[in-house]
Nanobody
Framework: QVQLVESGGGLVQPGGSLRLLCAAPGNIFSLYAMGWYRQAPGKQCELVAAITSGGSTNYADSVKGRFTISRDNAKNTVYLQMNSLKPEDTAVYYC?????????WGQGTQVTVSS
């Protein structure tokens, strides 16, 4: 069992920035594909950004150019740097770890973009 612990959410004004962190204890963190998902009220959960064990990344079209996912395998941590935030980015953000056939989720962290 892998417990993912997210942090870094909060309230920010439109145009602002936040950095989310996801810590994953264990000595095989580097093998996992990591991702950030989000779910807004009344909407389906969607993939925001993902990074493979090799460092390849992909992003939802809605966040390209604004969000950056990265990982530090020495710290067992994945990051989501979110810039130029918009009200429509408001959601609960979840960290995900995959090592087929296993998948793990964090508890979620709230991001609210509002003036």
């Amino acid at each position: 069992q892998v417990q993912l612990v997210e942090s870094g959410g909060g309230l920010v004004q439109p145009g602002g920035s936040l950095r989310l962190l996801c810590a994953a204890p264990g000595n095989i963190f580097s093998l996992y594909a990591m991702g950030w998902y989000r779910q807004a009220p009344g909407k389906q959960c969607e993939l925001v950004a993902a990074i493979t064990s090799g460092g390849s990344t992909n992003y939802a079209d809605s966040v390209k150019g604004r969000f950056t996912i990265s990982r530090d395998n020495a710290k067992n941590t994945v990051y989501l740097q979110m810039n130029s935030l918009k009200p429509e980015d408001t959601a609960v953000y979840y960290c995900n770890a995959k090592l087929t056939p296993l998948t793990y989720w964090g508890q979620g962290t709230q991001v609210t973009v509002s003036s």
